[in-house]
């Protein structure tokens, strides 16, 4: 059973706008949600964390938003540039007390920025 | 330079023989991590070990086998037992809780 979830395949927007991007989990004892950004052969790279003690959390263009009763968290990005186009994974831990730092993702969301 | 390598990029084996992934970290981080991304799917978890001489079977570690002789390195190694080894592995580390360091990944491809 899939824990954290992706449930938008690909998102498509225009350059300057806002890009929303959805996760939605199911395993109530997670407290920490990570966001990864994943260009195509390579490695993700970590973009922005929060933890369950907040409801946002905010570097530069990218902001994550955490709903804890509705077990829902989006990232936001203002304004979206075309260099933002990658695969966006979801990850979230802490299932276990945080001690053994696994973290399970998402099936991930394609961004594409169009120019 | 600190970082995560992964060697080869590209991996071509035929079926029935064992391949070993590399992964190195000079990052001295304790935790390091296997995982393998297929097409639609999320990242899912085969090995991981959180300190050298130990380490644990993620969800998928059939078919796998890893050691940790040295904190730098956790080797993996694809047996013929795995029954869809073609994939992209990525490996990961980790120093602290929940934020993980991913290296370039190695696309494996068994025919």
């Known amino acids: 059973d899939q824990q954290v979830k992706q449930n938008s395949p690909s998102l498509s927007v225009q350059e300057g706008r806002i890009s929303i991007l959805n996760c939605d989990y199911t395993n109530s004892m997670f407290d920490y949600f990570l966001w990864y950004k994943k260009y195509p052969a390579e490695g993700p790279t970590f973009l922005i964390s929060i933890s369950s003690i907040k409801d946002k959390n905010e570097d530069g263009r990218f902001t994550v938003f955490l709903n804890k009763s509705a077990k829902h968290l989006s990232l936001h990005i203002v304004p979206s540039q075309p260099g933002d186009s990658a695969v966006y994974f979801c990850?979230?831990?802490?299932?276990?007390?945080?001690?053994?730092?696994?973290?399970?993702f998402g099936t991930g969301t394609l961004l594409a920025v169009q120019p | 330079d600190g970082g995560i390598t992964q060697s080869p990029k590209y991996l071509f084996r035929k079926e029935g023989q064992n391949v070993t992934l590399s992964c190195e970290q000079n990052?001295?981080?304790?935790?390091m991590y296997w995982y393998r991304q297929d097409p639609g799917q999320g990242l899912r978890l085969i090995y991981y070990s959180q300190i050298v001489n130990d380490f644990q079977k993620g969800d998928i570690a059939e078919g796998y086998s890893v050691s940790r002789e040295k904190k730098e390195s956790f080797p993996l190694t694809v047996t013929s037992a795995q029954k869809n080894p073609t994939a992209f592995y990525l490996c990961?580390?980790?120093?602290?809780?929940?934020?993980?360091?991913f290296g370039p990944g190695t696309r494996l491809t068994v025919t």
């Open positions: 990052l001295n981080h304790d935790a």
């Open positions: 990850a979230a831990s802490g299932e276990e007390g945080g001690a053994t730092n696994k973290l399970i």
């Open positions: 990961a580390s980790s120093n602290r809780p929940y934020e993980q360091y």
